[in-house]
Protein backbone atom coordinates (compact mmCIF):
# COMPACT_ATOMS: atom_id res chain seq x y z
CA UNK A 1 0.00 0.00 0.00
CA UNK A 2 1.66 3.39 -1.01
CA UNK A 3 1.79 6.25 1.37
CA UNK A 4 -1.31 8.10 -0.47
CA UNK A 5 -3.62 5.42 0.63
CA UNK A 6 -2.49 4.84 4.03
CA UNK A 7 -2.82 8.73 4.34
CA UNK A 8 -6.92 8.22 3.05
CA UNK A 9 -7.43 5.88 5.49
CA UNK A 10 -6.12 7.74 8.41
CA UNK A 11 -8.38 10.40 7.45
CA UNK A 12 -11.27 8.23 7.26
CA UNK A 13 -10.38 6.83 10.36
CA UNK A 14 -10.04 10.09 12.02
CA UNK A 15 -13.53 11.10 11.15
CA UNK A 16 -15.01 8.23 12.41
CA UNK A 17 -13.57 8.77 15.71
CA UNK A 18 -14.85 12.03 15.55
CA UNK A 19 -18.76 11.27 14.58
CA UNK A 20 -18.52 8.67 17.88
CA UNK A 21 -17.17 11.19 19.70
CA UNK A 22 -19.48 14.13 18.60
CA UNK A 23 -22.32 11.32 18.72
CA UNK A 24 -21.46 10.46 22.53
CA UNK A 25 -20.98 14.46 23.64
CA UNK A 26 -24.91 15.03 22.01
CA UNK A 27 -26.23 12.14 23.42
CA UNK A 28 -25.18 13.26 27.15
CA UNK A 29 -26.37 16.48 26.21
CA UNK A 30 -29.66 15.13 25.41
CA UNK A 31 -29.78 13.50 28.26
CA UNK A 32 -28.40 15.90 30.44
CA UNK A 33 -30.90 18.32 29.02
CA UNK A 34 -33.48 15.84 29.60
CA UNK A 35 -32.22 15.76 33.42
CA UNK A 36 -32.05 18.99 33.71
CA UNK A 37 -34.80 20.51 31.39
CA UNK A 38 -37.28 23.35 34.02
CA UNK A 39 -40.26 21.97 32.21
CA UNK A 40 -42.90 19.62 33.64
CA UNK A 41 -46.81 18.89 33.27
CA UNK A 42 -49.06 18.15 36.19
CA UNK A 43 -52.32 15.81 34.92
CA UNK A 44 -55.88 16.59 35.17
CA UNK A 45 -57.25 15.25 38.75
CA UNK A 46 -53.90 15.73 40.35
CA UNK A 47 -51.86 18.42 41.96
CA UNK A 48 -48.09 19.04 41.87
CA UNK A 49 -46.38 19.37 45.13
CA UNK A 50 -42.71 20.59 44.71
CA UNK A 51 -40.18 19.69 47.39
CA UNK A 52 -36.27 20.79 47.81
CA UNK A 53 -34.80 18.38 50.07
CA UNK A 54 -37.72 16.82 51.09
CA UNK A 55 -39.47 19.72 52.45
CA UNK A 56 -42.89 21.07 50.90
CA UNK A 57 -42.04 24.54 49.04
CA UNK A 58 -45.36 24.65 46.96
CA UNK A 59 -48.89 23.24 45.69
CA UNK A 60 -48.90 23.49 41.56
CA UNK A 61 -52.55 22.38 39.98
CA UNK A 62 -52.97 20.46 36.45
CA UNK A 63 -50.58 21.51 33.33
CA UNK A 64 -47.30 22.98 32.83
CA UNK A 65 -44.70 24.30 35.00
CA UNK A 66 -41.06 25.08 35.59
CA UNK A 67 -39.20 23.43 38.06
CA UNK A 68 -35.40 24.21 38.67
CA UNK A 69 -32.87 21.25 38.96
CA UNK A 70 -32.60 20.61 42.77
CA UNK A 71 -36.34 20.98 43.24
CA UNK A 72 -38.33 18.01 42.71
CA UNK A 73 -41.98 16.99 41.51
CA UNK A 74 -44.67 14.66 43.12
CA UNK A 75 -47.78 13.99 41.28
CA UNK A 76 -50.49 13.82 43.77
CA UNK A 77 -53.74 12.29 43.33
CA UNK A 78 -57.13 14.29 44.31
CA UNK A 79 -59.89 11.91 42.19
CA UNK A 80 -62.04 10.18 43.79
CA UNK A 81 -60.76 6.73 44.79
CA UNK A 82 -62.68 3.31 46.49
CA UNK A 83 -61.46 1.68 49.51
CA UNK A 84 -63.45 -1.65 50.03
CA UNK A 85 -64.43 -3.11 53.68
CA UNK A 86 -65.22 -6.88 52.86
CA UNK A 87 -67.37 -8.49 56.02
CA UNK A 88 -66.95 -5.60 58.34
CA UNK A 89 -68.34 -6.86 61.80
CA UNK A 90 -70.36 -5.02 64.52
CA UNK A 91 -72.99 -5.77 67.09
CA UNK A 92 -76.13 -4.45 67.50
CA UNK A 93 -77.60 -3.14 70.82
CA UNK A 94 -79.58 -6.41 71.85
CA UNK A 95 -76.56 -8.18 71.11
CA UNK A 96 -76.99 -9.73 68.05
CA UNK A 97 -73.72 -9.87 65.57
CA UNK A 98 -74.00 -8.41 62.18
CA UNK A 99 -71.46 -8.36 58.91
CA UNK A 100 -71.87 -5.91 56.08
CA UNK A 101 -69.34 -5.27 53.07
CA UNK A 102 -68.99 -1.47 52.26
CA UNK A 103 -67.38 0.46 49.47
CA UNK A 104 -66.32 4.17 50.40
CA UNK A 105 -65.52 6.46 47.68
CA UNK A 106 -63.55 9.26 48.55
CA UNK A 107 -60.98 12.15 47.65
CA UNK A 108 -58.41 14.50 49.26
CA UNK A 109 -59.54 17.51 50.13
CA UNK A 110 -57.66 20.51 47.65
CA UNK A 111 -56.66 22.55 50.96
CA UNK A 112 -55.39 19.45 52.39
CA UNK A 113 -52.63 18.76 49.94
CA UNK A 114 -50.34 19.39 51.72
CA UNK A 115 -50.60 18.07 54.82
CA UNK A 116 -51.84 14.85 53.65
CA UNK A 117 -48.69 14.76 51.69
CA UNK A 118 -46.50 15.60 54.97
CA UNK A 119 -48.75 13.10 57.41
CA UNK A 120 -49.82 10.40 55.67
CA UNK A 121 -49.78 9.53 52.06
CA UNK A 122 -46.86 11.14 49.13
CA UNK A 123 -49.82 9.86 46.56
CA UNK A 124 -53.00 10.40 48.45
CA UNK A 125 -53.88 7.04 48.76
CA UNK A 126 -55.28 6.90 52.06
CA UNK A 127 -57.00 3.04 51.46
CA UNK A 128 -55.69 1.79 54.69
CA UNK A 129 -56.81 4.48 56.85
CA UNK A 130 -60.17 4.75 55.57
CA UNK A 131 -60.77 0.90 55.64
CA UNK A 132 -60.21 1.13 59.43
CA UNK A 133 -62.07 4.21 59.68
CA UNK A 134 -64.99 2.54 58.35
CA UNK A 135 -64.32 -0.66 60.10
CA UNK A 136 -64.49 1.56 63.48
CA UNK A 137 -67.47 3.86 62.25
CA UNK A 138 -69.84 0.47 61.44
CA UNK A 139 -69.27 -1.11 64.78
CA UNK A 140 -70.05 2.21 66.72
CA UNK A 141 -73.21 2.68 64.51
CA UNK A 142 -75.16 -0.70 64.51
CA UNK A 143 -74.51 -0.61 68.37
CA UNK A 144 -77.00 2.34 68.28
CA UNK A 145 -79.92 0.13 66.85
CA UNK A 146 -81.70 -3.21 68.13
CA UNK A 147 -81.44 -6.13 65.38
CA UNK A 148 -85.20 -5.59 64.49
CA UNK A 149 -84.63 -1.34 63.72
CA UNK A 150 -81.17 -2.62 61.89
CA UNK A 151 -83.40 -4.25 59.14
CA UNK A 152 -86.22 -1.52 59.18
CA UNK A 153 -83.81 1.24 59.39
CA UNK A 154 -81.55 0.65 56.85
CA UNK A 155 -81.17 3.78 54.67
CA UNK A 156 -80.61 5.49 58.59
CA UNK A 157 -78.50 3.46 59.34
CA UNK A 158 -76.66 4.07 56.11
CA UNK A 159 -77.00 7.97 56.31
CA UNK A 160 -75.45 8.04 60.38
CA UNK A 161 -72.10 5.79 58.62
CA UNK A 162 -71.55 8.70 56.06
CA UNK A 163 -72.18 10.68 59.05
CA UNK A 164 -69.53 9.51 60.87
CA UNK A 165 -67.29 8.64 58.67
CA UNK A 166 -67.34 12.28 56.87
CA UNK A 167 -66.40 13.42 60.43
CA UNK A 168 -63.46 10.65 61.19
CA UNK A 169 -62.06 11.21 57.45
CA UNK A 170 -61.91 14.83 57.60
CA UNK A 171 -59.13 14.24 60.41
CA UNK A 172 -57.20 12.95 57.26
CA UNK A 173 -58.22 15.43 55.21
CA UNK A 174 -60.61 13.02 53.03
CA UNK A 175 -63.61 13.82 51.99
CA UNK A 176 -66.58 11.26 51.71
CA UNK A 177 -68.36 11.40 48.98
CA UNK A 178 -70.91 7.90 49.61
CA UNK A 179 -70.70 4.84 51.21
CA UNK A 180 -72.58 1.42 49.46
CA UNK A 181 -73.38 -1.06 51.94
CA UNK A 182 -73.45 -4.72 50.76
CA UNK A 183 -74.50 -8.49 52.23
CA UNK A 184 -76.15 -6.83 55.17
CA UNK A 185 -76.56 -9.88 57.06
CA UNK A 186 -77.13 -11.43 60.57
CA UNK A 187 -76.03 -14.96 62.12
CA UNK A 188 -77.89 -17.80 60.32
CA UNK A 189 -80.11 -18.68 63.87
CA UNK A 190 -81.21 -15.05 63.82
CA UNK A 191 -82.39 -15.05 60.33
CA UNK A 192 -84.35 -18.19 61.00
CA UNK A 193 -86.38 -16.95 64.13
CA UNK A 194 -86.64 -13.10 61.48
CA UNK A 195 -88.15 -15.86 59.12
CA UNK A 196 -90.55 -17.92 61.21
CA UNK A 197 -91.46 -14.50 63.18
CA UNK A 198 -92.38 -13.23 59.12
CA UNK A 199 -94.52 -15.95 58.90
CA UNK A 200 -96.03 -15.91 61.90
CA UNK A 201 -97.07 -12.30 61.19
CA UNK A 202 -98.47 -12.83 57.96
CA UNK A 203 -100.44 -16.00 58.93
CA UNK A 204 -101.84 -13.25 62.08
CA UNK A 205 -102.86 -10.51 58.90
CA UNK A 206 -104.23 -13.37 56.67
CA UNK A 207 -106.41 -14.10 59.55
CA UNK A 208 -107.41 -11.00 60.99
CA UNK A 209 -108.11 -10.00 57.25
CA UNK A 210 -110.19 -13.52 56.92
CA UNK A 211 -112.10 -12.37 60.17
CA UNK A 212 -113.03 -8.37 58.74
CA UNK A 213 -113.82 -9.87 55.23
CA UNK A 214 -116.28 -12.38 57.19
CA UNK A 215 -117.57 -9.53 59.20
CA UNK A 216 -117.85 -6.86 55.69
CA UNK A 217 -120.03 -10.21 54.24
CA UNK A 218 -121.86 -10.44 57.31
CA UNK A 219 -122.62 -6.48 57.53
CA UNK A 220 -123.45 -6.58 54.14
CA UNK A 221 -126.21 -9.21 54.06
CA UNK A 222 -127.47 -7.75 57.33
CA UNK A 223 -127.76 -4.26 56.06
CA UNK A 224 -129.37 -6.40 52.42
CA UNK A 225 -131.99 -7.90 55.48
CA UNK A 226 -132.57 -4.75 56.53
CA UNK A 227 -133.08 -2.69 53.14
CA UNK A 228 -135.60 -5.90 52.54
CA UNK A 229 -137.58 -5.26 55.11
CA UNK A 230 -138.07 -2.03 55.19
CA UNK A 231 -139.00 -2.09 51.87
CA UNK A 232 -141.66 -4.70 52.81
CA UNK A 233 -142.82 -2.06 55.25
CA UNK A 234 -142.71 0.49 52.80
CA UNK A 235 -144.82 -1.50 51.09
CA UNK A 236 -147.09 -2.86 53.74
CA UNK A 237 -147.62 0.84 54.20
CA UNK A 238 -148.42 2.03 51.15
CA UNK A 239 -151.06 -1.01 50.79
CA UNK A 240 -152.49 -0.24 54.16
CA UNK A 241 -152.67 3.49 53.22
CA UNK A 242 -154.36 2.40 49.68
CA UNK A 243 -156.95 0.29 51.24
CA UNK A 244 -157.41 3.14 53.77
CA UNK A 245 -157.93 5.55 50.95
CA UNK A 246 -160.35 3.24 48.96
CA UNK A 247 -162.41 2.22 52.37
CA UNK A 248 -162.95 6.21 53.04
CA UNK A 249 -163.71 6.92 49.49
CA UNK A 250 -166.04 3.99 49.46
CA UNK A 251 -167.71 4.99 52.84
CA UNK A 252 -167.72 8.95 51.70
CA UNK A 253 -169.91 7.50 48.03
CA UNK A 254 -172.01 5.72 50.35
CA UNK A 255 -173.21 8.30 52.15
CA UNK A 256 -173.17 10.74 49.21
CA UNK A 257 -175.70 7.75 47.75
CA UNK A 258 -177.68 7.36 51.11
CA UNK A 259 -178.34 11.07 51.03
CA UNK A 260 -178.89 11.41 47.36
CA UNK A 261 -181.33 8.34 47.89
CA UNK A 262 -183.34 10.29 51.05
CA UNK A 263 -183.30 12.93 49.23
CA UNK A 264 -184.47 11.34 45.95
CA UNK A 265 -187.23 9.65 48.02
CA UNK A 266 -188.90 12.78 49.56
CA UNK A 267 -188.36 14.38 45.62
CA UNK A 268 -190.27 11.22 44.51
CA UNK A 269 -193.12 11.57 47.52
CA UNK A 270 -193.92 15.47 46.38
CA UNK A 271 -194.02 14.31 42.91
CA UNK A 272 -196.81 11.81 43.54
CA UNK A 273 -198.97 13.83 45.68
CA UNK A 274 -198.67 16.66 43.13
CA UNK A 275 -200.05 13.84 40.82
CA UNK A 276 -202.73 12.72 43.60
CA UNK A 277 -203.61 16.17 43.46
CA UNK A 278 -204.30 16.61 39.88
CA UNK A 279 -206.19 13.03 39.71
CA UNK A 280 -208.35 14.62 42.67
CA UNK A 281 -209.04 17.59 40.86
CA UNK A 282 -209.76 15.76 38.07
CA UNK A 283 -212.37 13.43 39.13
CA UNK A 284 -215.92 13.87 38.73
CA UNK A 285 -216.66 12.03 42.15
CA UNK A 286 -217.69 8.74 39.98
CA UNK A 287 -216.67 5.66 41.15
CA UNK A 288 -215.76 2.71 38.59
CA UNK A 289 -218.34 0.38 37.51
CA UNK A 290 -216.11 -2.48 37.30
CA UNK A 291 -213.21 -3.16 39.80
CA UNK A 292 -210.94 -5.85 38.76
CA UNK A 293 -208.30 -7.43 40.91
CA UNK A 294 -205.24 -5.47 41.22
CA UNK A 295 -206.95 -2.09 39.65
CA UNK A 296 -206.61 0.96 41.97
CA UNK A 297 -209.52 2.96 43.15
CA UNK A 298 -208.98 6.58 42.72
CA UNK A 299 -208.58 8.23 46.51
CA UNK A 300 -209.06 4.73 47.75
CA UNK A 301 -205.37 3.86 50.31
CA UNK A 302 -206.05 0.39 51.66
CA UNK A 303 -203.01 0.61 53.88
CA UNK A 304 -204.00 4.26 55.38
CA UNK A 305 -206.40 2.07 57.77
CA UNK A 306 -203.46 0.51 58.99
Keep these: MDLKTRLMSDDDGARASGLLRKGAMLLVAVVLLAWLWPLRTVP ?23 IWPWQRLNIFNIRAEEATVENAEGSTSDTQPVKVSLTVRYSIQTDKVAEVFEKYSHDGNLQSYVQTATQEVFKAVTARYNAPDLIAKRALVSGDIVTALRSKLAVYGAQVINVDMRNFAFSQDYMSAINQKVTQEQLRLAAENKV ?5 EQKQKVAIAEAEATALKAQADGEAYAALKAATAQAESLRIQNAALSQSREVLELRRIEVEK ?20 PFFNPQAGK
Excluded at 278 to 297: D, F, M, R, S
Design 278 to 297: IKAEKWNGALPQNVYAGTPI
Design 212 to 216: RTVEA
Design 44 to 66: TGHRGVITVGGAIRGIEAEGFLL
